[in-house]
């Protein structure tokens, strides 16, 4: 199995600002997905992060508000560019091992953004 | 449109009693899982299954492939079992991107 670390874990942040999360993952996976959970929402894939290339995006998911990297099989980042109150939300870094498609899931980023 | 529905929404429940939970789902997937939300947000992977059944302590899941359905069951339910309940499928042919039921609310009263 694979632990995944998330930070931060929570913010606040002022409309127009830019925030970067981290996910580190205690092991090689061969995926890694990033999610967004609206309140009340179910989880909505932004993109799949890809080892040394850029992101796939999911349909309204745009790479200049959601840049992502992925510089090693086991560590990605998120960033919320630009941001407003409408991206208040829990993001989710995810990994699924290839092998035996077993997903894991880091413990969420709680962003406020006044 | 894939869909994935989940019933019920909401769930309260007593301490003790037995609790079923259950996704349906419109086409051929390759696996499903059952995911465990906890009020701070996190998610624990409970099961992934593409048939049959599986047990783990007081939690069991199933799935029925012909009937597109599956069902997740907590005996002796506990207070710390109260968090969200989500299915979530990937879909034969798709890139490997779930598709998440919106989950289901637990609560388990002592």
């Known amino acids: 199995s694979a632990v995944i670390s998330q930070k931060p874990s929570r913010d606040i942040c002022q409309r127009g600002t830019s925030l970067t999360i981290q996910c580190q993952v205690d092991s090689q996976v061969t995926m890694m997905f990033w999610y967004r959970q609206q309140p009340g929402q179910s989880l909505t894939l932004i993109a799949t992060a890809n080892q040394g290339s850029e992101a796939t995006y999911e349909s309204g998911f745009v790479i200049d508000k959601f840049p992502i990297s992925r510089p090693n099989l086991t560590f990605s980042t998120l960033t919320v560019s630009n941001m407003s109150p409408e991206d208040s939300s829990i993001y989710l870094c995810?990994?699924?091992?290839?092998?035996?498609?077993?997903?894991?899931f880091g413990e969420g980023s709680r962003l406020t953004v006044l | 449109k894939n869909e994935v529905e989940q019933s019920p929404q909401n769930l309260t429940a007593q301490e003790g009693e037995f609790i079923t939970i259950n996704c349906s789902y419109s086409?051929?997937?390759?696996?499903l899982h059952w995911l465990q939300q906890h009020p701070g947000g996190g998610i624990v992977s409970l099961f992934m299954l593409s048939s049959g059944k599986k047990k783990h302590g007081r939690l069991i899941a199933t799935i029925n492939i012909q009937e597109k359905h599956s069902s997740l069951h907590i005996t002796a339910s506990h207070p710390r079992d109260s968090a969200v309940y989500i299915c979530a499928v990937r879909y034969r042919g798709s890139q490997g991107n779930l598709i998440f039921g919106k989950g289901t609310k637990l609560s388990v009263k002592p």
């Open positions: 995810s990994a699924r091992q290839g092998s035996t498609g077993e997903l894991f």
């Open positions: 086409v051929g997937i390759s696996a």
